[in-house]
Each structure stands twice: as C-alpha cells, then as structure tokens.
C-alpha cells in the first residue's frame, strides 16, 4: 500500500513539474532580440545563448523587460547608456547586479544579488550588452 501512495505521489509530481514547463509561455515583453544594427544576428554571438539563460534562470524579467521601460529601465536601454563591450564596464555592471541598489536610473533600488557568481553576472552583462541598438 504504502509503495502504491508513494508511485501515485511521484506521478503527480512529475505531471506538475511537466506541466511548469509547458506552461511558462514567453510574454510579449520578453520576446528576444535576435538583431542589432551595428552586429546584425547576435543570435550566433557565443556571450548570447549563455547569457540570456541565465537572464532567464533569474529574477530579472520581474522588473526589466528587453525593450520597454517597466520597473526597471529595458535591457535596450542599458545597452544603449554603455555601448561599451568592454571588459571594465562589464565587470562594474556585473557588480551593480551583485550589490544591487539605486541612483543612476532613478530613485528605484534593484534587489541585490547576492548569491550570483561574478561569471555568471558578467555572463548576463555579456548578453545584455549585445541588446545596444
Ligand atoms: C526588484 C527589481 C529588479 C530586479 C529583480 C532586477 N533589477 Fe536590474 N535594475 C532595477 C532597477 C530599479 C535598476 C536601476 C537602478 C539605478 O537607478 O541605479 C536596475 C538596473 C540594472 C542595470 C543597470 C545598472 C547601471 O548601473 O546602470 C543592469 C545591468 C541590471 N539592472 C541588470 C539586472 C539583471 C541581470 C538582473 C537579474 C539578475 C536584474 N537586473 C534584476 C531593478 C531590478
């Protein structure tokens, strides 16, 4: 008996978790940029798979959409102020997502991130960077 409620458990379980990842539909707010003026197909660029994966493994997407102000000023939008690619600018952003906080978009603070490694930060930099229109 006891095997048969844990089988009927695992079951249901494993239908909830399915059903989690069909069920996460991209929002229109989301909707990826696969191009930019001075690069064209930033699809093939290797910093954007690894990057927006990890965007989306996060809590990002609940105050800053790609390409619309929301909460958050746009992923487009930073790209835009910074335009740099380079490895500084990368490491300070990556830091500010880190420690989070306020001042140079508005008055508004980013959650920090404590717990997200440097790598994986300037990963997600990487890719956000590539957003510049
Ligand atoms: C709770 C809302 C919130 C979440 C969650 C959030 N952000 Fe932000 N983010 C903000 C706000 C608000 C600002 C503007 C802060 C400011 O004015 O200094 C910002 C600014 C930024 C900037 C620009 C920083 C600068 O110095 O110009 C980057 C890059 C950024 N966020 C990336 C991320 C990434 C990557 C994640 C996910 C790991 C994330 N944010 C999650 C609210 C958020």
């Not at 696969?34 to 609940?62: M, W």
């Not at 008055?107 to 717990?115: G, K, S, W, Y």
Request: charged share 20%; net charge positive.
């Amino acid at each position: 008996m006891k095997e048969i409620i844990l089988m009927i458990c695992c079951a249901a379980l494993l239908l909830a978790c399915g059903n989690k990842i069909t069920s996460k539909r991209m929002p229109a707010s989301q909707r990826v940029i696969t191009e930019n003026k001075a690069q064209g197909n930033i699809t093939d660029h290797p910093d954007y798979n690894t990057g927006i994966q990890l965007v989306r493994q996060s809590d990002c997407f609940t105050c800053h959409k790609i390409s619309e102000a929301f909460v958050a000023p746009s992923f487009t939008e930073v790209a835009n102020k910074y335009r740099s690619y380079s490895d500084s600018i990368v490491r300070h952003l990556a830091g500010r997502v880190i420690t989070g906080g306020s001042g140079v978009w508005g008055i508004l603070p980013m959650t920090p991130h404590a717990d997200l490694s440097k790598d994986d930060a300037a990963a997600m930099i990487r890719y956000i960077l590539l957003l510049k229109q």
